[in-house]
């Protein structure tokens, strides 16, 4: 008993433990002065149980991800060899994620400093993956990966200290890749890999020590962060100025150049650190996102940095709002704001924008700084409900304020030049009114030749606010009341606004259940329309029934939450919910087969824009032998291009186009065999030949006939549409015909 009493005392004596917070993951593995960090925690069994877990541990998701996979590799048109390859990095990518992974980067170096030559500005960064008991499996998938991959790249063995890593070239850079222990690491950029080992080693200052990295992180971290984001937006910015440079100045030092005075324009030049961090709160996930940035807030940030809300915000919304944005934003200052960043853009668009208020000041014969801006208040609500009138179209926004009277007098006069100047735009279209109880609402109306839009913008002030709405019917339901309890009064919602601050500039709730159920079916057309257009042009296996059933979506959404809110230091924005992004991830249902057509199109094209590239230096590669066969031949172009490859002046492969299918076969001497991918006509030529004719071309079918390749006598290589090549090939035979008679 007495030891129970004493171990009672110190507790109530002992001081209150500090906030606990766990680290960000991976953090202590990269360097202090990292520019952008990203840190995945992976699994665990509090992952495994919150909703998000729980969502990917699901069959239905699997196969989503694997018709993802395979629709990807359909599109990408892919042949046996880099299949094999993708597929790796797909096994690779599936036992990655359930292990703490980091991306950081380091530094970007200015064109020619980090690789010579290259003409771009080159990043240096890691990933890292933390492998534990998994390295066994993901080394078994790697070494595949590296046995495909020699055939393409040249992969060589490479050590700093005692740690062996595989070295390749890429166009980004020098890429590294190896293990320290079970820590994989995927480097890009000069002396990365070293900065990796040095961490690894202890004998350099890791992120997770830096004080300003660890104070920041402490501010959006929980007991169990899932995502942890940090940019050094300080450093960021002066890498930034170094890549744009310095602007022009007339006499004396440079100016600061474009960048710099564009973040002043925006009003980030004050802005030193962006953190974020999801954690895993009661099953779902409280994200805290923070620009560390001091007072007066200013530009893209002062929206974000009004007054505290009124207690009254959420009055009159009703119950069965699906969305609800309210907020606090003056605007005559928002426009302040907005003519500071656009004269800093460009005098331009400063100009403009002054001609437009101008114009729209003769037309409507107020002046709307003066009597329509100047008489608005600064709380705005934005409510969607199906009560108000249907899903999307039962959306209001309204605004409070100032002065009712002399803001009716001028939107008086505004209606009347509405009138007036609609009529002599359009024939048929109208502004009218309409009286429901004590409100009048004003809308606007098509009749006989006005356009069919299945629309009618209506406004009205009622009790100190102005509403505005795509429907007058709406209007007057807002105006009215409905049937519905007011949302604040409901105790679900009441227990979900306690997980925010309690006094925030912004306040945005989403019912995703209940908009869930309302967008499913379009979900279903859309989702239907796009994995047919998919599976048709790639046979991929996103087919239609790949989408989940209503009730297995319905299962993961719960109703979200978020709030905006600032102080001297900077502006918080945080939200509670059961996935990432809230309760509009649902409505992002469509977004993998929308990500599949965008990823397919977008691969396709970097692949064909790189094929022609590795095409373009074949070429360029054809045209430096034939000057050096030139050279010793009297200005002779060679009779063929075998001729060159004989000699050792042109490699094999460099008949072959990266573009097309046709491997390089040989005889049984080893010597090329064709057909070849670029045809030769320069037999009959020599240097002193016109400059434009064509003295090489890859075979336009390799380009679906719209386009090609040619190799001019003058050692250009040019990209032409296919109209273009046929006319100037037309030209080039014309003139061998003269020169065979």
Known sequence: MRAARILLALCVLAPPAAPAWSQPPLADKLPEETLLYVGWAGRSLTFDGSMFGQMLAEQDTRQLVGAFQAAVSAGLRLDKEDQALLDRLWGMGGIAWEHPCAVGLFDVLPAGEGSPGSGKAVPVGALLVDLEKGRAEFNRELQAMLALGRGKLKITQAAVGDVSYHRFETRAGPCGMGFIGNLFFVTVGPKAPETVQALAGGKAKPLGKRPEFVAAMKEVSGEQVQIALYVDLARAYQVAEKLTGPGPAATGPSVPGRFCRLCKALGLEGATTLAGAANIVDRGLYEKLRVFSPAPHRGVLAP???????????????????????????????????????????????????????????????????????????????????????????????VSLKDEAKFTAALSKCEEALKKGVGELVRGLDVLSIKAGAVEVHYVSGVGEAPKAPLAPAWAVFKGRLYLALFPQVIIAATSGTAEKSLAELPAFAALRNRVPARPSALMYVDAPHLLRQCYGMLLLDWTARANALAAKTGSALRPAILPPLPKLEKYAWPGITAVTADPKGISIESYNSLPGGGLFFLGTPVPTMVAEALISSLHAARMRASRELSADNLRAIGKACRVYAADNKSQFPPDLLRLVDSGALEPAALISPGGERKPQTDEAGKPVGPFDYVYLGAMMTTQSPPDMILAYERPELNDDRCTRVLLVDGRVEWLPVEQFRAQLARTQEYLQEQGK
């Not at 919304?317 to 003056?330: I, Q, S, W, Y």
């Not at 668009?349 to 037309?363: D, H, I, P, W, Y």
């Open 304 to 398: 974000l940095a009004g007054e505290a809300l009124p207690a009254t915000a959420l009055a009159g919304v009703p119950g069965d709002a699906d969305l609800v944005l309210t907020f606090r934003a003056d605007p005559l200052r928002s426009l302040g704001e907005i003519r500071q960043v656009a004269a800093a853009v460009g005098r331009d668009l400063g100009r403009r924008m002054e001609t437009v208020l101008g114009l729209a000041r003769l037309r409507l014969g107020v002046d709307l700084e003066k009597d329509l801006l100047a008489h608005l208040g600064d709380h705005w609500t934005l409510v969607s409900a199906p009560s108000l009138g249907g899903l999307g179209t039962g959306a209001i926004l309204s």
